[in-house]
Every structure is written in C-alpha cells, then in structure tokens.
C-alpha cells in the first residue's frame, strides 16, 4: 500500500470492531447463575400457589435489567424474577399450569396498576 503505513508492522491489532456489539458481561460462575434461577423458581411457584389468578408476563431484557418473568395475581400483586430465557420461562409457565404472555405484545393487566395505585395511597403505618 502506497502512502499508508502497514498497522501490524507498527504493532497494532487491526481488528477493532467499532461497529459490533457489545454483549453485557455476565461475570457469575455457572453454580451462581444455577443457584439464582433455583431461587427464582422456588420464588415464582410458591406465589403462583398461594395466590388466585395468576398470570405470567415475559419481560424483555432491557439496559438495565436481565430477561424477567413477572407474575400478576387476580387481585393485582405481583412479583418479578429474572429468568435465563424465554424457553425456560414457557417451560415454567406450563408446568406451573399458569397463562404465559409476552409483555411486549400484550402489555400489563389493568388490575396490576390500580394494585400499585391503592398501594400508594394506603396510609403509611
């Protein structure tokens, strides 16, 4: 190449990848990872089986948070748990005999915002 200087005679890695994507990094060991999706599973039946109605919503991962699979009640309350993917979220749901929805296409139940409502309006104390 004429008028350009080689970059590997320089020293320099020419593979940059400005334009890649960066995939978060996930520094738990695999025990880790095994013992919070045990926890979360233990978490998820427990309140499916102590509450009426429930229905699952897969939520997507998003900046800040992983993939989680939230769980609303008849009534409104609701508990939210990261899961490792969507199979395994369907998976749950069907074992757990409770309706799975994706939250991006069908959004949150009405019920689950008047609950998060009433609660901000209870009196403290």
């Given at each position: 190449?004429?008028?350009?200087?080689?970059?590997?005679?320089?020293?320099?890695?020419?593979?940059m990848g400005l334009f890649r994507r960066r995939r978060p990094v996930?520094?738990?060991?695999?025990?880790?990872r095994r013992a919070e999706t045990e926890a979360a599973k233990a978490h998820?039946?427990?309140?499916?089986?102590s509450r009426i109605g429930v229905e699952a919503f897969l939520e997507p991962a998003t900046v800040l948070d992983r993939l989680s699979l939230l769980l609303v009640a008849g009534d409104g309350e609701s508990t939210?748990?990261?899961?490792?993917?969507?199979?395994?979220?369907?998976?749950?749901?069907?074992?757990?005999?409770?309706?799975?929805?994706?939250?991006?296409?069908?959004?949150?139940p009405q019920r689950l915002r008047e609950y998060n409502?009433?609660?901000k309006l209870r009196p403290e104390g």
């Open positions: 190449m004429l008028g350009r200087p080689d970059p590997a005679a320089a020293g320099h890695n020419c593979a996930d520094n738990r060991s695999r025990a880790e998820l039946q427990a309140f499916a089986a939210r748990r990261p899961v490792p993917d969507e199979a395994w979220a369907r998976k749950w749901a069907a074992s757990a005999s409770v309706p799975y929805f994706n939250a991006e296409v069908s959004g949150y409502r009433r609660q």
